[in-house]
């Protein structure tokens, strides 16, 4: 096989793939400088831009504050920006694509792994509850049971008070990585956090450097950054329908509107699910969506307390309606039972 005709197949199995992914990312636009990209994916960058957005609107000084106290950012735009030179890119955009890629494999010729991975872990989650602690991060992010990373359900039936739940022991993990609570080299093993013991017992092993960075690292210090973005893109995925189910009107309790369910992926339609996840999908979204990022990013670089401040305003992001339905496909059904 000649490598056009190689080049062509690939790309075709690459648009193939849809999963229970939110918001398109694409990692070749700012990629890894580990040999020569192939340039395949055809996604957008709406993840880098969600995220660009709040980081620009977190930085300027003196923004108004709307009446739930979130900075009054620009509308969301996409605007063209130089591609970053490789490994001296920004870490905060590596932790945002770490839910989507955490074995690090979009880069050069391991593509074809993420896309062998995918399509597998695709096969065995229609049995449900079967990727565990023992599979891959990839096959366990997507469709097992850290599907909390994307704040998505691991199964059809989980009260949404326990996804949330989830959801909220990963942040502040994250949260207290992000700050230098917890060392890089400590061993998930060592950590005296619930998700640390919940998860991560059959990794008991790994320092937390290499829960974030299996493969590739920045220059620098970027840990505190890798895990500020992979908090940012659970945020982010909460906004995209096939994730979880937003009324957005305020409450006294919810101020930022409510969640009525979290979603479960297999039991979805994969297109309509992909639908949900488009750049149209996105500019119809909640406006507070980059407001809520940006103001993530201001208490993280204020170093604010978990329980004073942090904690709270997390709770009122991911706060559940009163009458909140169990997980399930939610309008994005596949029509089996």
Known sequence: MNI???????????????????????????????????DLIPYHTLHEDITWSALECAAT????????????????SFPARAPEPGNFDSALIRGVWWNDDPNQLLNSVHYGTWVIYMKDGK?????????????????????????FLHAMASSDGQEASETQRKIMD??????AVSVGDIAAHARMGEIDYSMAKEYFSNQSGWSVNYLFRPKYLLRGNSLPDNALGSMLHVIQDSYAGGHAGRNPGPTEACPFGTIGQFRAYQSQDEKKHANADSKQALLETDPRLVPINARLIQLHRAKADWDAQVRPFLEQVFCISASSQPSGPGEFGNGKT
């Open 4 to 38: 056009n005709n190689f080049v062509i197949m690939f790309s075709i199995s690459l648009v193939s793939i849809s999963d229970a992914r939110a918001w398109e990312a694409n990692p070749t636009d700012n990629r890894y400088q580990q040999g020569r990209s192939l």
């Open 61 to 76: 000084e003196n923004l108004a504050l709307d009446a739930q106290g979130l900075p009054q950012c620009p509308p969301l």
């Open 123 to 147: 096969r065995r989650s229609r049995t449900q509850g079967r990727i565990n602690s023992t599979y891959k991060m990839q096959y366990r992010s997507h469709y097992g049971d850290l599907q």
């Open 170 to 175: 990963w942040m502040e993990f994250a949260y």
